[in-house]
């Protein structure tokens, strides 16, 4: 079959490997689209995963199954699916909890073993994700990253009428407003200094979108009489914008820190004002178990739109330009790869 595998940073080889072998308890996917995120670049640049490679990557995608194992039950062939990629032990104390990603014997399909940028790739059936019958193939490979906002979502505790704060525009960014949106927040304020991202966040309904950054405090304390927002949520990652959010949430207010920043970057905030203001922080990371099964529901029901991620698509022999365009041009919110 044909895959895009990372041989080394930088540095895609399209190559003829054997189709992955179907375990009985696996199943194969036939590939149809594969979306690139921020993930999958720091894997690119060597960042991360770097000791996993040759890697395929890809833990965006969607596609129809090809063939079940045995054991395999519940699954047609032809089915549309997706994949909860976080695999654990299933019987820890973490995976018990659905937060997978603590289990000690986790692995993530397209990050530590073999992903989507191929023509098939085998899933253990536990964790595929069946798509909704109105879904297509191609919003069909936005349900994993918008698992991670939903997860996000919950452990923001957000209530009806509380004023959200989304840091950052990006993919992440503009899903997190229209969930934010969706649940009844209000106001939904976005800062976002790229115009188009920024017309894009006004588009999808955000109450105000601030590009200019020396505008940020006045505009977050003018939609707020003056206290700062309820949530803000970090989705750049970037230590200087940690810090910021907790200048612009309320007493009381909480900072939900989603934005990856680098290995061994540090904030500081005030230890005296964090207790004095009773202030929140909570971070969030990849979607898994019900998370995703969620996302399909919300994207089942057209609850979030993801129109506007799904119109920069390549074919996977483009794998290199793809990365290459992801990494550079900001006006780029998503790209995906067509495999079939
Ligand atoms: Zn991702
Ligand atoms: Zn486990």
């Known amino acids: 079959?044909?895959?895009?595998v990372l041989v080394a940073p930088r540095q895609f080889e399209l190559r003829d490997?054997?189709?992955p072998e179907c375990g009985t308890g696996d199943v194969l996917v036939k590939v149809e689209r594969c979306g690139i995120c921020g993930?999958?670049?720091h894997i690119y640049h060597g960042n991360y995963s770097l000791d996993r490679l040759p890697l395929i990557p890809g833990h965006e995608f969607s596609g129809t199954i090809a063939e079940m194992g045995s054991s395999v039950s519940g699954l047609h062939i032809g089915q549309a699916v997706t994949a909860d990629i976080n695999l654990g032990c299933r019987s820890c104390f973490y995976c018990r909890k659905n937060e997978i990603l603590n289990c000690t014997k986790m692995v993530q399909i397209g990050i530590h073993v073999d992903g989507g940028m191929a023509e098939y790739v085998r899933v253990p059936a536990h964790a595929v994700?069946?798509?909704?019958?109105?879904?297509?193939?191609?919003?069909?490979?936005?349900?994993?990253p918008l698992s991670c906002i939903v997860r996000?979502?919950?452990?923001?505790?957000?209530?009806?009428?509380?004023?959200?704060?989304?840091i950052g525009a990006g993919p992440i960014g503009q899903m997190h407003l229209q969930l934010a949106l969706r649940a009844g927040a209000a106001p939904v304020i976005v800062v976002e200094p790229n115009v188009q991202r920024a017309q894009l966040a006004k588009e999808l309904g955000a109450d105000v979108v601030i590009s200019d950054a020396s505008q940020v405090d006045a505009a977050v304390r003018a939609a707020t009489d003056g206290r700062g927002v309820d949530v803000a949520i970090?989705?750049?990652?970037s230590p200087e914008l940690y810090e910021k959010a907790f200048t612009l949430i309320r007493p009381g207010g909480r900072v939900i820190a989603f934005g990856l920043a680098k290995p061994g970057q540090t904030f500081r905030i005030s230890a005296l004002d964090f207790v004095l203001r009773e202030q929140g922080l909570q971070g969030s990371v990849a979607g898994m178990g019900d998370d995703m099964r969620e996302a399909a529901t919300l994207l089942g029901y057209k609850r979030i739109d993801?129109?506007?991620f799904?119109?920069?698509?390549y074919r996977i022999d483009d794998v290199e330009h793809a990365f290459a365009r992801l990494a550079e041009d900001k006006s780029v919110l998503k790209i995906q790869l067509q495999v079939a």
């Open 17 to 19: 490997v054997p189709v």
């Open 39 to 41: 993930t999958d670049l």
């Open 129 to 144: 994700v069946p798509l909704p019958a109105a879904m297509s193939l191609q919003e069909g490979a936005m349900v994993e």
């Open 1 to 4: 079959m044909k895959a895009a």
């Open 234 to 237: 970090e989705s750049v990652g």
């Open 310 to 313: 799904l119109t920069t698509i």
């Open 306 to 308: 993801v129109a506007p």
């Open 152 to 166: 996000a979502f919950r452990k923001s505790q957000l209530r009806l009428a509380e004023s959200v704060l989304v």
